[in-house]
T-cell receptor, first 110, second 113 residues
Framework: DAKTTQPPSMDCAEGRAANLPCNHS???????VYWYRQIHSQGPQYIIHGLKNNETNEMASLIITEDRKSSTLILPHATLRDTAVYYCIVRVAVNNQFYFGTGTSLTVIP | ETGVTQTPRHLVMGMTNKKSLKCEQH?????MYWYKQSAKKPLELMFV???????ENNSVPSRFSPECPNSSHLFLHLHTLQPEDSALYLC????????????FGPGTRLTVL
């Protein structure tokens, strides 16, 4: 049970912001939202995570709705190297495990 | 570089062979994981080790045998595999605090003939 729902694919123009949505309507109060990305046939790369508040780091921003049932990952200025599959994951509190869904395949277009 | 290395990066083996995958982490973590990623499928968690003790086995067939001699090293021993076991095998490590991030290695691409 992946616990998250993401669109299967998205396109974004190079230099524009990429906004990747994720629904996690069954999230529990102590479960974190994590985002990873995977470039073809490489290991997943950690991007960002959050619980309630919006978060920002050098890679991206994470916006979590007040009811925590959905979130958006924002890549502020997408480059061609951001083309990858992006996974939104809820970290299950009872066992601290990550359950990956099928993710969103983001293609950045020149 | 994430601090997690895996060897070999590519492996081709016959169904009667015995081989081992190796994972090493240089991050001081106490939890290590094996995942399997088949084509067009999500990552599947296989095994979890905390402080060298196996804490999770997600109904993995016995032809996959993990070994964790210490907190820095994790092995996956393979024997009598099937062609459908061909996949990308990923190792990850993390701390044990609930907010600790998992860091992944580059994976081993396994092909079973």
């Amino acid at each position: 049970d992946a616990k998250t729902t993401q669109p299967p694919s998205m396109d974004c123009a190079e230099g524009r912001a990429a906004n990747l949505p994720c629904n996690h309507s069954t999230i529990s109060g102590n479960e974190y939202v994590y985002w990873y990305r995977q470039i073809h046939s490489q290991g997943p790369q950690y991007i960002i995570h959050g619980l309630k508040n919006n978060e920002t780091n050098e890679m991206a921003s994470l916006i979590i709705t007040e009811d925590r049932k959905s979130s958006t990952l924002i890549l502020p200025h997408a480059t061609l190297r951001d083309t990858a599959v992006y996974y939104c994951i809820v970290r299950v509190a009872v066992n601290n495990q990550f359950y990956f869904g099928t993710g969103t395949s983001l293609t950045v277009i020149p | 570089e994430t601090g997690v290395t895996q060897t070999p990066r590519h492996l081709v083996m016959g169904m009667t062979n015995k081989k081992s995958l190796k994972c090493e982490q240089h991050l001081g973590h106490n939890a290590m994981y094996w995942y399997k990623q088949s084509a067009k499928k999500p990552l599947e968690l296989m095994f979890v080790y905390n402080f060298k003790e196996q804490t999770e086995n997600n109904s993995v067939p016995s032809r996959f045998s993990p070994e964790c001699p210490n907190s820095s090293h994790l092995f996956l021993h393979l024997h009598t595999l099937q062609p459908e076991d061909s996949a990308l095998y990923l190792c990850a490590s993390s701390g044990l605090v609930p907010t600790d991030t998992q860091y992944f290695g580059p994976g081993t691409r396994l092909t079973v003939l």
